[in-house]
């Protein structure tokens, strides 16, 4: 479930991201250690919105964040941010990877024609 925490300070703010990223450090498993670039993943959010990622090398921040870029129903053309790998449910292979993210593509290329018909 998200989580909104609300601080005083920049000081307090910092603290939080902190303690925060030591609380998911603490959750990593070990294959999510080693997922490295050009692997694949699913993370599921708590309301059932599943997004698919590619890892495109190391993320800015700690040992545990990768650089990606990820695809939703939400967000079908993709967007390149940092991940931490606790937030990983599961690696998955090129080919599905490649197919949901197709999918999206010529979804949202359908919907958007059609607007503007």
């Not at 450090?25 to 250690?33: E, I, L, N, P, T």
């Not at 921040?61 to 941010?81: F, I």
Request: aromatic content about 6%; proline content about 2%.
């Amino acid at each position: 479930m998200l989580k909104v925490e609300t601080c005083d300070s920049i000081e307090a703010l910092l603290k939080a991201q902190e303690l925060a990223e030591k609380a998911a450090d603490q959750r990593v498993q070990d294959w999510q250690a080693q997922v490295k670039e050009g692997d694949c993943f699913i993370q599921r959010t708590p309301d059932g919105l599943e997004i698919f990622g590619e890892v495109l090398g190391s993320g800015l921040g700690g040992k545990n964040w990768r650089k990606c870029r990820c695809y939703s129903l939400v967000c079908p053309e993709g967007e390149v941010g940092s991940v931490h790998v606790s937030q990983m449910d599961d690696l998955i292979d090129r080919e599905r990877f490649e197919s949901v993210r197709n999918k999206l593509t010529e979804a949202y290329k359908i919907v958007v024609s059609r607007l503007r018909e």
